[in-house]
């Protein structure tokens, strides 16, 4: 093991097939409005946590929700989860503000994601 441990889980995005009314369950679940409110992505930051809303599993096609571990290398924690025997779903790739996400899979077929800051 390297020393690229995980800061945690404090991403989770959830699929949704109407954003209005996933929306509304989720203000009302955490109680607060959404930082980050467009068509094509809703994002709640809640005690730490950022819980996102992607209409219809967005451009990576997601089908159910994903946890993404905040990382401090996403290119060593993509070698050392692949090299375990995880296989990469989506590569490391610029999501906006300096922010690198990617997603792998474990051996019986679970999503997991990785995300790193700039």
Aim: charged share 15%; aromatic share 6%.
């Amino acid at each position: 093991m390297t020393g690229s441990s995980p800061q945690g889980i404090k991403t989770v995005l959830h699929p949704v097939s109407d954003l209005a009314k996933a929306k509304a369950v989720y203000a009302a679940l955490l109680g607060i409005a959404p930082q980050t409110d467009s068509p094509y992505y809703v994002g709640f930051e809640a005690e730490g946590q950022h819980i996102g809303l992607v209409p219809d599993g967005g451009p990576q096609g997601m089908t159910s929700p994903v946890a993404y571990w905040h990382v401090p290398d996403i290119e060593a924690k993509l070698a050392e989860v692949t090299a375990a025997g995880a296989t990469v779903k989506e590569a490391a790739h610029e999501v906006g503000g300096g922010r690198l996400v990617a997603t792998v899979t474990d051996p019986d077929g679970n999503v997991l994601g990785l995300i790193q800051d700039r």
